[in-house]
C-alpha cells in the first residue's frame, strides 16, 4: 500500500500557527527596537547639546515691585506689596521651573542712637539678609518649561501690617534646570543656589503723600 506523504490539515495548522507568530513577533521587535534607538538617538543628541559650550540654563530675571499703593481697606497700617517676577530663557535649550519663592523681611530703619559711637555703621543689605528669617515666605508650585526665547511670570500680593521707622526688602527666587528627554528635571544642569535670586528693597510701604 503506497503512503499518503501529504502533509495532514493539523500539520498545516500548526505550520500557519508557528510563522504567524514568528512573524509577529520580528514585527514587534522591529517597532521596539525602532522605538528604543528613537530615544536613545534622541537622547544621545540632547547630551551632545548638554556639552556644548551653550548648554547651561541662562536666564535673565526682572521683578516689578510696588509699595506706593493705597493702604487696604483704607487703614493706613495695613499697606499692599504688589507686582511681578519674571524669568526670560536666554540660552538654547529649553529648561524646567520647579517652583517660585517669595519673601518679605522687615527691618527697623537705623536711628542716631544706632550709629553713636561708631566709626562706621553697616547698613549692607547683603550681609543685613544673612541668617535673617523672612517676615513671610510664600513657595508656589509651578512646574512650567520654559522654551527658547520663552517667558514665565508670577504675580506676588501681600497686605502688610506695617510697623513706625521699619522698612520692607522683597526677594524672589527659583529653583530650576534642563530636563531630560523625558521632561524631568536634569539634576546635572541646574541653575545655581542664587542664579535665579531678585532682591527690591529696602523700600517704605505706603509711604505718606509729600505736603505741600
Known amino acids: 500500500m503506497e503512503?499518503?506523504?501529504?502533509?495532514?490539515?493539523?500539520?498545516?495548522?500548526?505550520?500557519?500557527?508557528?510563522?504567524?507568530?514568528?512573524?509577529?513577533?520580528?514585527?514587534?521587535?522591529?517597532?521596539?527596537?525602532?522605538d528604543?534607538?528613537?530615544?536613545?538617538?534622541?537622547?544621545?543628541?540632547?547630551?551632545?547639546?548638554?556639552?556644548?559650550?551653550?548648554?547651561?540654563?541662562?536666564?535673565?530675571?526682572?521683578?516689578?515691585?510696588?509699595?506706593?499703593?493705597e493702604p487696604w481697606n483704607a487703614d493706613p497700617d495695613l499697606c499692599t506689596i504688589t507686582g511681578s517676577y519674571a524669568i526670560e530663557n536666554i540660552g538654547e535649550l529649553p529648561f524646567l521651573i520647579e517652583e517660585v519663592t517669595f519673601s518679605i523681611y522687615e527691618f527697623k530703619i537705623l536711628d542716631t542712637a544706632d550709629v553713636a559711637g561708631n566709626d562706621v555703621t553697616s547698613f549692607t543689605l547683603?550681609?543685613?539678609?544673612e541668617n535673617k528669617s523672612p517676615l513671610f515666605q510664600e513657595t508656589l508650585k509651578v512646574d512650567e518649561r520654559v522654551g527658547v526665547k520663552g517667558q514665565l511670570e508670577k504675580s506676588l500680593g501681600y497686605i502688610v501690617k506695617?510697623?513706625?521707622?521699619?522698612?520692607?526688602?522683597?526677594?524672589?527666587?527659583?529653583?530650576?534646570?534642563?530636563?531630560?528627554?523625558?521632561?524631568?528635571l536634569d539634576k546635572s544642569y541646574m541653575f545655581g543656589e542664587n542664579e535665579l535670586t531678585?532682591?527690591?528693597?529696602?523700600?517704605?510701604?505706603?509711604v505718606a503723600p509729600k505736603t505741600k
Open 3 to 34: 503512503e499518503n506523504n501529504e502533509p495532514t490539515r493539523l500539520q498545516w495548522y500548526q505550520f500557519y500557527a508557528k510563522y504567524t507568530v514568528m512573524a509577529i513577533s520580528a514585527v514587534w521587535v522591529l517597532i521596539a527596537g525602532t
Open 36 to 69: 528604543f534607538l528613537d530615544k536613545q538617538t534622541k537622547e544621545l543628541k540632547l547630551k551632545n547639546e548638554k556639552l556644548s559650550k551653550n548648554s547651561i540654563p541662562l536666564a535673565f530675571h526682572t521683578m516689578d515691585v510696588k509699595t506706593d499703593n
Open 126 to 129: 547683603f550681609k543685613r539678609l
Open 162 to 184: 506695617k510697623r513706625p521707622n521699619h522698612n520692607y526688602v522683597v526677594v524672589a527666587e527659583a529653583k530650576g534646570g534642563l530636563t531630560d528627554t523625558d521632561g524631568n
Open 198 to 206: 531678585h532682591t527690591v528693597g529696602p523700600v517704605n510701604i505706603c
